[in-house]
């Protein structure tokens, strides 16, 4: 009790979560036996991160820099207006589409909406939508890049619960096309009630041509890191490394916009991403072996399937909690600390892992995107000058609809697992 106490009143001091992670886990280690326990504190940190697999984190998120610095951005969202700019709406069902292309250059929903925030929300604002609707469709969008691969929360998940992240890949892909979808119908469904502007025309097929032609290179990027993944060509880190190599090919050789200098920076700025998430992930390793040597994932499974049995009832309890933390703390700290609570869980009710590891990313993507900390939102307040509240109060239709989706998924295993199933995980 003193560890989880401990825990939630330095987070609502202001400490950064990695380092009250790190606190907590060493008041957690003291406890278990004074200074004896506190010896393994460095030999946990550092198998908390000797995972061959994290490798490509930074790998995704450098090669997503490269390609948003070259204007690959840019070219993708041309191709998406031009596909659907000609509906009511047309630039919100533009920013929903964009986020589907962008998904296989980041895999990190707070980079899609920093990007949108930057470029889409602006024209979307000149265009006569209302600034906080722009934020609220950006918001509901980004959480599409982390669902659809690559992502780093599943190589986060595959790592920790030995859960084949090619297999986690291809559940990905069904739900997060149908948030895109779902979106666009919310979108639809409101676009006359709000007065949407459209363009004036729909886009020739030459257009689509064209502009599909100066695309092609950062549509093919995505095709190269699932087409070599869920091939079994390369292992998901290999992956990763060859995207980056292709984004440095082009970013030199085909568009030329690419410096040292630039690389640099990105460099730097890949540094900065990786080492928050990798605070995390060290000093979560520290309580999380605090929690497996006081038994909390039995007495927790014990405590649920006290009050039911019913495979149903316990996802549901799970989503729930899920998506209750979520709202207040870091999704990546949440799934390091309660992936190896909740997923024994899950194995006692039959649940396949590939199938709890995707609910487990849904449930947690969705959180980005809901006060009082939702990282999306903060990010769209911070670029867009935009205040929270009012992106959160038009975001409600977009986050009853993505709910939708996640308890479709949970409640429906055939439909989770029918591509990992097609292309041999299971």
């Not at 061959?52 to 610095?69: S, V």
């Not at 709406?89 to 909406?113: C, E, K, P, Q, R």
């Not at 700290?333 to 009710?349: N, R």
Request: net charge positive; with cysteine; charged share 10%.
């Amino acid at each position: 009790m003193i560890v989880a106490i401990i825990f939630v009143v330095l987070m609502v001091l202001g400490m950064p979560i990695g380092f009250a992670l790190g606190v907590a886990g060493v008041v957690g280690l003291f406890d278990m036996g004074g200074g004896m326990f506190l010896s393994q504190g460095p030999s946990k940190v550092f198998n908390g991160l000797n995972v061959f697999p994290f490798l490509a984190m930074p790998f995704f998120i450098l090669a997503g820099e490269i390609m948003n610095h070259i204007g690959i951005t840019s070219r993708l969202v041309k191709f998406a207006q031009a596909l659907v700019g000609h509906m009511r709406g047309g630039l919100a069902h533009t920013n929903m589409l964009a986020s589907v292309f962008f998904a296989g250059l980041t895999g990190a929903a707070t980079a899609d909406a920093a990007a949108f925030g930057k470029t889409l929300v602006p024209a979307m604002v000149e265009r006569g939508y209302r600034r906080d609707y722009a934020c609220a469709v950006t918001a509901a969008g980004s959480i599409i890049g982390p669902t659809i691969p690559p992502s780093g929360l599943m190589v986060v998940y595959g790592s920790l619960m030995g859960v084949s992240i090619g297999g986690l890949f291809a559940a990905g892909i069904l739900p997060g096309l149908m948030i895109c979808l779902i979106c666009m119908t919310v979108i639809a469904v409101t676009a006359r009630a709000k007065n949407l502007p459209k363009n004036e025309r729909r886009a020739t097929l030459l257009e689509i041509w064209q502009i599909f032609k100066s695309s092609i290179t950062a549509l093919i990027m995505p095709l190269i890191i699932l087409g070599g993944i869920l091939g079994g060509i390369v292992t998901p880190t290999e992956a990763a490394s060859v995207a980056v190599a292709y984004a440095l090919f082009i970013g030199v050789f085909i568009y030329r916009a690419l410096s040292f200098a630039d690389f640099f920076g990105m460099l730097v700025r890949t540094a900065r991403v990786t080492g928050v998430i990798f605070v995390i992930i060290a000093f979560a390793s520290i309580l999380g072996w605090w929690l497996s040597f006081n038994r909390i994932p039995q007495e927790v499974a014990s405590l649920v399937l006290g009050v039911s049995g019913n495979p149903y009832i316990v996802i549901f309890m799970i989503v729930g909690l899920l998506l209750l933390i979520g709202m207040v703390m870091d999704i990546n700290a949440i799934l390091i600390i309660l992936a190896p609570v909740l997923v024994p869980l899950t194995v006692q009710i039959g649940m396949d892992p590939i199938h709890a590891g995707i609910i487990f990313i849904l449930a947690l993507n969705i959180s980005l995107m809901t006060p009082p900390v939702g990282a999306c939102l903060f990010v769209l307040s911070s670029v867009t000058g935009e205040k929270l509240e009012k992106i959160a109060a038009q975001l409600w239709p977009f986050l009853l609809a993505e709910l939708g989706v996640l308890f479709l998924f949970a409640f429906w295993s055939d439909l989770a697992l029918a591509i990992p199933r097609l292309l041999g995980f299971r």
